[in-house]
């Protein structure tokens, strides 16, 4: 299988610079407040659009092999989201609920 380092930084990323971001600011324009878990969940419901992007590579077995590829790292960072061990998005959770 080809090194794909630049979706592999991606998706290791995708929480810290995407996600938290849009979640936060979800929160903000919703006036809420949100628990550990409900930012958690609205986190991963940012990284779930990455599907989408997933979605739009042309098809063939190599594509085919990339996407499966890059969907088992979606799901691992996706599950270190919701079992509460992803660092930065912890850290941006508690910046949001201590500063706003």
Known sequence: MQ??????RLVEDLAKIYCT?????????TKVKPMPTE?????VEFMEHFEYTLSTFPKGQ???QFRDYARKMLQREIEKVLQGNNKEVE???????EYN
């Open 39 to 43: 930012f958690r969940a609205k986190v």
């Open 3 to 8: 090194d794909f380092f630049e979706i592999d």
């Open 21 to 29: 971001a849009c979640a936060t600011t979800w929160f903000k324009l």
């Open 91 to 97: 850290k941006r959770y508690r910046y949001y609920v």
């Open 62 to 64: 190599e594509v085919d």
